[in-house]
């Protein structure tokens, strides 16, 4: 395992301890919320109503089908509808147009009014209308309300002037008929037809569908007795029912599900098809157990400092996403200490052991560093590995043969590997033609280069050079005869090429140069690869 994948490993830990242990998250950093602008506006139709209710839909208009990109990464526009208040405000946070690439971008934006913001009677029903040209978006804020309000559509009928005519005597049950201007005055309420229910003068249309003369009477309860905080719902008949399921407090909170009987669902109908509900736990007074969606959570986007997407405790302390749809931000307290993408994680802090935290890594720029209380050292028993608790002692052979414990697998992806050893050994009898060689296994690698030098006596070296490697044959790197039989030093050092494809192992070899007088390759002699 190399050191960058040690750093991997360690993040993912720590960001596992912050989404399971402390549960915090961030908005967008300082810089990227300089490439970013608050738009926002407030929608009115040229009769002054406001577009209460209504959404806006933000649309980045791109010259010759080209991609945006941000700050060098791809930038992704928003495509939902946002909602405006009942003052028909919103606000947007858009990509900067002077700070999108390619240069030359604009927005351009689609208002549309909500179903019954004006009643049919006089009201259009739901409208829409958009931009006629699209408008650069600039600036840490920008008001877009004049654009918009220029070409708004109004939301209510012009009834209009005019007289009407008639010819002719009016036929009874039908509307009179007019070719000259006249005044439509009945003599007397009873001449007045309701056009809508056709009952005479003020006479209401019952559900029986007959026309009712107004009286008096007494609405009894016979549906059931009304309860104090009850929510009243229609029982199909005169009367009414109390529904014991849906509660209210008095004032303010709504509160579905008996204890004790039925659980609390909240259901939403889709517009199209389905049903989407929140459901609550069995036991709804302990804290931590969850309510249960049926569908997938779409939040906002948040913003450090301010607020956020998914909030834990504060205001300030939440995930968000950030100014790319596919990335993931954290913050703490109104400080972002996280950023995520599909290639980078990015800590803005130390990452730290969970048990003492004391023993951390420290990312700044070009440097990665041990830091922490506890004087932490970076260790990996993958990337250095000894000869083991006892020495090890060639074989009877004349043959390169794998030191044990001295052994590393590389994985199956081509990549490039350094190594390097430091060795003891003794040999009884000394004798010519021993060899410390390398070798890479069961894939033949791209090449290995390596280079060799062995103490023959406690001054003199003995060196040589492997080039080029790319069997799966062991070689000799260093040939050699010591000239004592005391504990003398070796190193080894080289680069690996690995070619992918298949599993390759790295090992390192001796060999005696006489098959009876054997080598001994000390206890605490070792190897590490990058």
């Known amino acids: ?18 989404l399971i242990g402390y549960a915090g998250v961030i908005p967008l950093g300082t810089a990227a919320a300089a490439q970013f602008t608050t738009v926002t506006g407030t929608v009115v139709d040229p009769n002054g109503l406001p577009y209460a209710n209504g959404t806006i839909v933000s649309v980045l208009i791109l010259p010759g089908g080209t991609s945006p990109t941000l700050s060098g990464l791809p930038y992704s526009p928003p495509t939902q509808p946002v909602g405006l208040d009942a003052n028909g405000s919103f606000t947007l946070q858009l990509a900067d147009n002077n700070v999108l690439l390619p240069g030359g971008t604009t927005w351009n934006f689609t208002v549309c009014s909500a179903i019954g913001t004006v009643q049919p009677a006089s009201g259009k029903g739901p409208v829409c209308f958009t931009l006629a040209s699209p408008i650069t978006i600039t600036g840490t804020s920008q008001s877009i309300s004049a654009n918009l309000n220029a070409v708004a559509l109004a939301l209510t009928r012009n009834p209009g002037t005019g007289t009407v005519t008639s010819s002719g005597a009016p036929i009874a049950g039908n509307i009179p008929k007019f070719t000259t201007a006249t005044n439509i005055a009945p ?13 005479v003068g003020t006479l209401p249309l019952g559900a029986d569908g007959a026309c009712h003369a107004t009286g008096t009477g007494t609405v009894t309860n016979t549906g059931g007795a009304l309860t104090a905080n009850a929510v009243v719902l229609g029982a199909g008949g005169n009367d009414t029912k109390v529904s014991t399921g849906i509660t209210t407090n008095g004032a303010s909170e709504l509160d579905v599900g008996v204890n004790g009987g039925v659980g609390g669902v909240l259901g939403g109908n889709g517009a199209t098809s389905g049903k989407a509900t929140i459901s609550a736990p069995a036991v709804a007074g302990t804290s931590t157990n969850p309510w249960a969606f049926s569908n997938v959570l779409q939040v906002p986007q948040g913003a450090i400092g301010t607020g956020q997407a998914i909030g834990i405790g504060s205001a300030k302390t939440g995930f968000h996403s950030g100014s790319i749809d596919a990335t993931l931000g954290a913050s703490i307290n109104g400080t972002e200490v996280l950023f995520m993408n599909a290639s980078t994680f990015d800590p803005a802090m130390p990452v730290c052991d969970y048990a003492t935290f004391t023993g951390c890594l420290t990312f700044a720029a070009n440097l990665i560093s041990a830091t922490g209380s506890g004087s932490p050292i970076i260790h990996s028993t993958n990337n250095t590995k000894a000869v083991g608790t006892s020495d090890f002692t060639s074989a009877n052979s004349a043959a390169l043969q794998a030191i044990t414990g001295l052994s590393f697998p590389l994985g199956s992806t081509a990549q490039v590997f350094t190594f390097h050893c430091a060795l003891m050994y003794s040999q009884a009898t000394n004798v010519a033609g021993d060899q410390f060689g390398v070798g890479v296994i069961t894939t033949a690698p791209t090449n290995v280069n390596a280079s060799g030098s062995v103490y023959t006596n406690v001054t003199a070296l003995q060196g040589g050079v492997l080039n080029g490697l790319a069997t799966t044959t062991p070689t000799a790197v260093v040939t050699f005869q010591p000239a004592v039989t005391s504990i003398l030093r070796a190193e080894l050092d080289g680069t690996i090429e690995t070619a992918g494809g298949g599993a390759a192992t790295f090992n390192v070899y001796v060999l005696n140069g006489t098959a009876a007088d054997v080598i001994v390759v000390k206890r605490g002699s070792y190897c590490t690869i990058y």
Do not use: E, P, Q, R
Not at 187 to 199: E, K, Q, R, T
């Open 1 to 18: 395992m190399t050191l960058h994948k040690v750093k991997w490993y360690l993040v993912a830990y720590v960001v596992l301890d912050l």
């Open 187 to 199: 003599a007397a309420a009873s001449d007045i037809v309701n056009l809508f229910s056709g009952c």
